[in-house]
């Protein structure tokens, strides 16, 4: 994800309400996310697609891929603490 936001909006993230700011902000949390993971950090329960409602993203592959990878953080989360 860090990687596909490194590059210039595709159209129809624009119409799907991304924008430069948006993107340039999901750049930097997702390289925040993947450092930490790295680093076997702890981290807390995160649901990325609400974050992203301020920002005005309302549809889109960015929106579909954030919400899987906030599935599969919660899974991850469950079975770290179960």
Do not use: Y
């Not at 624009?14 to 993971?37: M, N, V, W, Y």
């Not at 329960?45 to 954030?66: F, K, S, Y």
């Amino acid at each position: 994800m860090a990687d596909q936001l490194s590059r210039p909006l595709p159209p129809a993230e624009t119409s799907a309400g991304c924008t430069e700011p948006s993107r340039l902000a999901l750049h930097g949390f997702f390289i925040d996310l993947q450092s930490k993971l790295e680093a076997s950090a702890e981290i807390a329960d995160l649901h990325i697609t609400r974050g992203m409602d301020p920002w005005g993203i309302v549809g889109g592959d960015l929106l579909e891929q954030a919400a899987v990878i906030s599935n599969e953080l919660r899974e991850l989360s469950k079975r770290d603490r179960g």
